[in-house]
C-alpha cells in the first residue's frame, strides 16, 4: 500500500505542476496577444506614421503609383472630415456638459 499512496502523492505534486504552469503560460500569451503588443510598443493602431511610410513604401514598389497617390489624397480627406467631426463632437459636449451645469 506504500508504493499506491507514494505514487498517489506523486500524482497531485504534478496536477498542482501543471495548475501552475497552465497559468504562468495563460499569463505569458495574454501578454503576447496583438492588442497587449501594440499597447506595449506604442503602435496603438494604424494611426502611428511608420505604419502609413511602410504601406506606401510597399505600394509605390510594386508600381501602382497613380492608385497610390489618389488613396493618399482621398485618405487625408477623409481624416481631415474626421478631425473636424470630432472637434465638433467635444465642443457640442462642452455645450451640452456647460448647460446642464447651470
Given at each position: 500500500?506504500?508504493?499506491?499512496?507514494?505514487?498517489?502523492?506523486?500524482?497531485?505534486?504534478?496536477?498542482?505542476r501543471c495548475g501552475?504552469?497552465?497559468e504562468e503560460l495563460?499569463?505569458?500569451?495574454?501578454?503576447?496577444?496583438?492588442?497587449?503588443?501594440?499597447?506595449d510598443?506604442?503602435?496603438?493602431?494604424?494611426?502611428?506614421?511608420?505604419?502609413?511610410?511602410v504601406?506606401?513604401?510597399a505600394?509605390?514598389?510594386?508600381?501602382?503609383t497613380r492608385?497610390?497617390?489618389?488613396?493618399?489624397?482621398?485618405?487625408?480627406s477623409?481624416?481631415?472630415?474626421a478631425?473636424?467631426?470630432?472637434?465638433?463632437?467635444r465642443?457640442?459636449?462642452?455645450?451640452?456638459?456647460?448647460?446642464?451645469?447651470?
Amino acid at each position: 500500500m506504500s508504493r499506491l499512496k507514494q505514487l498517489e502523492a506523486r500524482r497531485r505534486v504534478l496536477l498542482e505542476r501543471c495548475g501552475a504552469q497552465r497559468e504562468e503560460l495563460a499569463a505569458r500569451l495574454g501578454r503576447l496577444s496583438p492588442a497587449a503588443m501594440l499597447q506595449d510598443t506604442g503602435l496603438t493602431g494604424l494611426g502611428h506614421p511608420l505604419v502609413w511610410t511602410v504601406a506606401l513604401a510597399a505600394m509605390l514598389y510594386f508600381g501602382r503609383t497613380r492608385k497610390v497617390l489618389t488613396a493618399l489624397l482621398w485618405m487625408r480627406s477623409v481624416l481631415a472630415f474626421a478631425r473636424r467631426a470630432t472637434q465638433l463632437v467635444r465642443l457640442l459636449t462642452q455645450v451640452r456638459s456647460a448647460r446642464e451645469a447651470d
